[in-house]
């Protein structure tokens, strides 16, 4: 996992609904940045998309800017396409950015593991969080909430420390294209 206490790293990537570049500028100034690595098909994110949508909208207008990125090959998963992903977009109501990363440079530079996965920067671009949204999971009959990514965004937004104690995010492996698998799995 990504350490805590790294910088947030540049990237320039497609957003799906709108076809124009996204990379960390577009979110300077912003006293929190959020980067969730999503997709279509994994059962852990349709579990949990609702929420994403909820807490976003929740902090609208607070400081905090939101990034979502796919890194799915699509060639052994078409859902995730980027014309599906718009679709997923749209369908869902998200109120964000939503990247493909076809390369999966940025997956593997942020050492992104699965879908859902989580990480949440300070206003100096420092990681201070990488975990999960809550404790459901799909079939263990708790709801979304978004508890533990709630606590972290409401942490940096008022200017305290996040609680170092996180778990680990859970969900779909990143689908690696054949042969891109990244070092950080050996």
């Known amino acids: 996992m990504m350490a805590l206490g790294t910088k947030a790293l540049e990237f ?26 999503i997709c279509r098909h994994c059962p852990y994110v349709k579990n949990v998309q609702a929420e994403i949508r ?9 400081d905090l800017g939101v990034v979502a990125i796919s890194s799915n090959d699509i060639q052994n998963y078409p859902d995730d396409a980027p014309e599906s992903l718009k679709e997923q977009a749209q369908e869902v109501g998200f109120n964000f ?8 440079e940025v997956a593997k530079a942020y050492t992104a593991a699965c879908t859902p996965d989580f990480f949440l920067f300070d206003k100096e671009r420092t990681l201070v969080y990488r975990g ?5 999971r ?19 937004l008022a200017g ?8 680990p995010s859970t969900g779909c492996n990143i689908k690696w294209k054949p042969g891109n698998e990244p070092n950080y799995f050996n």
């Open 12 to 37: 320039s990537l497609p957003d799906v609904a709108s076809g124009k570049k996204v990379s960390l500028d577009d979110f300077s100034g912003k006293k929190a940045f959020l980067v969730m690595f």
């Open 54 to 62: 909820k807490l976003t909208l929740d902090y609208k207008d607070k």
């Open 97 to 104: 950015p939503y990247c493909y990363d076809e390369a999966q």
């Open 132 to 136: 999960q949204l809550d404790d459901s």
């Open 138 to 156: 799909p079939g263990n009959d708790i709801s979304p909430n978004g508890k533990d990514l709630r606590g972290a965004i409401d942490a940096v």
């Open 160 to 167: 305290k420390k996040v609680n170092s104690d996180q778990k």
